[in-house]
């Protein structure tokens, strides 16, 4: 099951260069809602290409590129969860949490 959140992540730490399993640029720990996770292993990393939609009364509106990335974390506690978070530009999101 998915609950979606959607919520701005306070800090995202990446790694800096291909490492340990990690390729560069790759989430390694994310704070959430005061709580450090960290990321044990990434399932998953696709892009949506930045492109030109037209909201509702036709106007042109810009997308960004955005990254978005599936990774397997945990806070601290033996429990393990799956979290999707989500980069466009500089900003950071988590949009989804299975359990």
Do not use: C
């Amino acid at each position: 099951m998915t609950k979606r959140y959607r919520e701005r992540l306070e800090e995202v730490e990446v790694a800096a260069e291909s490492a340990g399993g990690f390729t560069a640029d790759a989430p390694r720990a994310f704070r959430w809602r005061g709580q450090r996770y960290r990321v044990l292993a990434v399932l998953g990393h696709w892009h949506e290409d930045e492109g030109w939609w037209r909201r509702g009364d036709g106007v042109p509106q810009r997308i960004e590129r955005t990254d978005l990335w599936r990774v397997e974390a945990r806070n601290g506690v033996p429990t393990r969860g799956v979290y999707e978070l989500v980069r466009r530009g500089e900003q950071w999101h988590l949009d989804r949490v299975w359990d």
